[in-house]
């Protein structure tokens, strides 16, 4: 009777053991399909489908580390097309998400920018003194990535700082040198980046160096659209609207 226990025993461990092995063995090929499908926003039928993804492979292991830092990224986007309440739910799950990477991994550059992304995205819905306050925890965790690695994301963390910086009063801890300082370095990381030329040219009307924001403005309408399509499509947009002041 002894020995059929601990062989039934022995089966039980054997048996969980190969779960667990089924189950790391599947992370690695979902994570290659979840990168596949995201496209910065510019499908949505792409992002949804990888939110679905992510969620049932987080469902069988909720602590993976690529997995957390992935679905924060993945609710940023898909927040694109959403009203604007819905839009909160999904930076608020990408808020979880990307707190939960950071737990997870605290060095790990991914879930410090896609957390602090998704804190922004709740800034601008919310407005007000709720962002003032939440825009703290933003500018925490871009400085997190500037210390881990300032290139990430073409020097993303650069430009939230820049912005945090310029559109933020004097009062609240904005400071305008400082943003056309950090928006300088973004450009010398990633001088092809529509989005940092437009801010960059944006700081510069505000300093009132008028022929430094037109020289990038002309600049960024000659740079073609290859990454963030809708983000660089905005980004020359605001370029054409600046010009047409400027002249």
């Given amino acids: 009777m002894k020995r059929l226990i601990l062989i039934a025993l022995l ?3 054997i048996g969980l053991a190969a779960d667990r092995a089924q189950a790391a063995s ?3 090929e979902a994570l290659r399909e979840i990168d596949r499908l995201f496209s910065y926003g510019a499908n949505q039928a792409s992002e949804r489908q990888a939110v679905e993804l992510i969620e049932r492979a987080l469902a069988n292991d909720p602590t993976d580390y690529q997995l957390l830092w992935r679905a924060a990224r993945a609710y940023y986007y898909a927040s694109a097309d959403a009203a604007a309440k819905e839009r909160l739910v999904w930076y608020g799950r990408g808020v ?3 707190r939960r990477a950071t737990a997870q991994n605290p060095n790990g550059v991914e879930g410090h920018y896609w957390l602090g992304a998704c804190y ?3 800034c601008q819905e919310k407005g007000g003194l709720a962002a003032l306050r939440t825009v703290k925890r933003v500018r925490a965790e871009m ?3 500037l210390r881990l690695d300032a ?3 073409d020097g993303s963390a650069l430009f939230a ?3 945090i910086d310029r559109r933020t ?3 609240f801890g904005g400071d305008l040198n400082r943003a056309v300082a950090y928006l300088e370095r973004g450009l010398a990381l990633a001088p092809r980046s529509p989005q940092m030329k437009c801010a960059l040219a944006e700081a510069y009307l505000d300093a009132g160096r008028r022929d430094d924001a037109r020289r990038q403005l002309q600049e960024l309408l000659q740079l073609p659209l290859t990454t963030r399509i809708n983000e660089n499509r905005r980004a020359q947009e605001r370029a054409r609207q600046m010009l047409g002041k400027l002249v």
């Fill in 143 to 145: 400085e997190a990535v």
């Fill in 26 to 28: 599947a992370i690695p």
């Fill in 96 to 98: 979880d998400a990307g």
């Fill in 161 to 163: 700082l820049g912005e």
């Fill in 169 to 171: 009063p004097r009062l």
């Fill in 151 to 153: 290139s990430y994301e």
């Fill in 120 to 122: 922004g995205g709740y």
């Fill in 11 to 13: 089966l039980v461990i």
